[in-house]
Nanobody, 124 residues
Framework: DVQLQASGGGSVQAGGSLRLSCAASGFSFDDHVITWFRQAPGKEREGVSCISGEDGTTYYTDSVKGRFTISSDSAKNTVYLQMNSLKPEDTAVYYC?????????????????WGQGTQVTVSS
């Protein structure tokens, strides 16, 4: 079975850090793009960052550039999202998702597999 397991959420104060993990099983990360999404209450889901398993290409939404870093460990089939300098507006449920292919300059549109969400709460 294909599974994505997101973890690492929690509650921090503004300026703090968290590291999210997305553990993938049942498929090869090497030919997929893994994307972190987030959804805040009353808002649409938005792409945060993605990474290509094939070539390591990364992409970030503007609001997290310079603060968040996405990385991967192919041996563990795990993608990480290091979140620094967190702001209250980063509060959301964070999800990871996977789709075959590579990054074409922006977030891929369609995803085959989704993990469950992990809550990130940043207090001011």
């Amino acid at each position: 079975d294909v599974q994505l397991q997101a973890s690492g959420g929690g509650s921090v104060q503004a300026g703090g850090s968290l590291r999210l993990s997305c553990a993938a099983s049942g498929f090869s990360f090497d030919d997929h793009v893994i994307t972190w999404f987030r959804q805040a209450p009353g808002k649409e889901r938005e792409g945060v960052s993605c990474i290509s398993g094939e070539d390591g290409t990364t992409y970030y939404t503007d609001s997290v550039k310079g603060r968040f870093t996405i990385s991967s460990d192919s041996a563990k089939n795990t993608v990480y999202l290091q979140m620094n300098s967190l702001k209250p507006e980063d509060t959301a449920v964070y999800y990871c998702a996977a789709t075959p292919g590579v990054i074409g300059g922006t977030f891929p549109v369609n995803y085959e597999n989704w993990g469950q969400g992990t809550q990130v709460t940043v207090s001011s």
